[in-house]
């Protein structure tokens, strides 16, 4: 069994700032990317940022210069500092993980249950 339990949405103003966390857990053999994608009502999930094992980063186009995501490997986490947020920022944040739970196994992509962030014009 693999958990991602996401913390740190919340309600905040424009301009403000929040920080994401998602910390995988349970039998994991080893992880590769992990990102956080974000939903609003009535549209597909979209990607925010994600990040590799190595550190490389990558970006949506709305978030560059403003969110920047960070993983602690020892600790299986994964964050999403958001800075400057928007209103067009509101949205259900979800974390994924791409990973393995044990050597012969295939890479498979793991979801956490969704955190609601807020931005309030």
């Known amino acids: 069994q693999v958990q991602l339990v996401e913390s740190g949405g919340g309600l905040v103003q424009a301009g403000g700032s929040l920080r994401l966390s998602c910390a995988a857990s349970?039998?994991?053999?080893?992880?590769?990317?992990m990102g956080w994608y974000r939903q609003t009502p009535g549209n597909e999930r979209e990607l925010v940022a994600a990040i590799t094992s190595g550190g490389t980063a990558n970006y949506a186009d709305s978030v560059k210069g403003r969110f920047t995501i960070s993983r602690d490997n020892a600790k299986n986490t994964v964050f999403l500092q958001m800075d400057s947020l928007k209103p067009d920022d509101t949205a259900v944040y979800y974390c994924?993980?791409?990973?393995?739970?044990?050597?012969?196994?295939?890479?498979?992509?793991?979801w956490g249950q969704g955190i609601q962030v807020t931005v309030s014009s």
């Open positions: 994924n993980a791409n990973l393995k739970r044990a050597l012969w196994r295939d890479w498979n992509d793991y």
């Open positions: 349970g039998s994991i053999f080893s992880i590769g990317a």
